[in-house]
């Protein structure tokens, strides 16, 4: 019966062959049980949702229409003006509590929209559907003309059955509301001519 000294080339081979099994092994188990860590690292629904930007397609967005989409756990409304709507802005100054949207435009305006139409292209106007008095969601009046609750020169926008707000189709409000400030418009940029990003205003 033969003896195998320590040290000697069948005890190197074979322990050689075990080590590179063991690392093997404990590759595949230490991948296995890496992957579902580094996977906890990622946003869940819940914070996507939180403060995730939204893509939006309008294509299908008919002048007079409103499309309504969830960012931030807010309403976001997105209409397509009708040259009638939009030649009516320019009519309603003289009415309004702040038509050029100086109050507080870091919070309600961004730069981009500071303009008659608060809106980066005229016709395709976006605001956080919530009233500025105490977080009311107002209804859309688009319809011109004497309405219950509304003057008998309206020119279309949007009341707040609450307490009686009201704001035209650039979301200004009226003067003498309770609201005190215009509605808020979210940060938005195009990425296409029918694809809007709410929540993020730089293109990536």
């Not at 009046?141 to 309206?154: C, E, H, N, V």
Request: proline share 9%; hydrophobic share 35%.
């Amino acid at each position: 019966m033969s003896e195998t000294l320590v040290g000697s080339p069948e005890i190197d081979s074979s322990k050689r062959t075990w080590m590179i099994a063991s690392g093997c092994a404990g590759a595949v188990g230490g991948l296995a049980t890496a992957i579902p860590f580094v996977s906890t690292f990622q946003p869940s629904e819940r914070a996507k949702a939180a403060g995730a930007a939204v893509e939006v397609d309008i294509a299908d967005l008919k002048p007079g229409e409103k499309l309504t989409v969830e960012w931030r756990g807010k309403p976001v409304w997105i209409v397509r003006r009708t040259p009638e709507q939009l030649a009516a802005l320019s009519k309603l100054t003289d009415q309004l509590a702040d038509p050029e949207s100086k109050r507080k435009p870091e919070e309600f305006t961004p730069v981009y929209a500071r303009n008659e139409g608060r809106s980066i292209k005229p016709e395709v106007f976006v605001a956080v559907g919530i009233c500025t008095h105490l977080g009311c969601s107002p209804s859309d009046k688009f319809q011109i003309g004497a309405q219950p609750s509304l003057p008998d020169d309206w020119q279309g926008g949007f009341l707040c059955p609450c307490h009686g707000s009201t704001f035209d189709m650039a979301g200004r409000v009226y003067k003498n509301k309770p609201a005190p400030d215009n509605l808020e418009v979210p940060p938005h940029v195009f990425l296409s001519d029918s694809k809007l990003l709410i929540g993020e205003d730089k293109k990536a």
